[in-house]
Each structure stands twice: as C-alpha cells, then as structure tokens.
C-alpha cells in the first residue's frame, strides 16, 4: 500500500508541477521569476479555466494523498 502511495504522490506532483508551469507560461518568462505583470485581472475562458481546475484539483489530492502516507507509515 504504502508503495502505491508513493507512486501516487511522484505522478501527481508531476502533474501539479505541470500545470502551474503551464498556467504561468501564458503571463510571460517574468510570471516564473515573481516579476510584476502589470496588474491586469481577465476573466479564465477556455482552456485557462480548465488548466485552472485541474491544478486546484491536483493539489487537493496531492493533500490528501500526502495526509493518508503519513498516516499509513506512523502504523
């Protein structure tokens, strides 16, 4: 079990990892840096917005997945 959790967490954090490199891909090289990119809030349309749940729902179950190995491996 516990090396199924393991495995769990690498592939979601690679997915997590993805997706906020590919969201802050589209505010420029500076976005990465913490750069200010000029303040200006758009609505997510599309593709954005899809790219924004899928990161919101990589990291809750990266949460959890990190909070469930840490309960199994304490046993």
């Known amino acids: 079990m516990q090396n199924f959790l393991d495995i769990s967490l690498i592939l979601t954090s690679i997915g997590l990892v993805a997706s906020i ?35 919101i729902t990589f990291s809750v179950l990266f949460f959890v997945l990190a909070i469930i190995s840490v309960v199994i491996a304490s046993r």
């Open 21 to 55: 490199i590919l969201q802050s891909k589209g505010a420029g090289l500076g976005g990465l840096s913490g750069a200010e990119t000029g303040g200006v809030f758009t609505a997510r349309r599309g593709i954005e917005k899809v790219l924004f749940w899928v990161t």
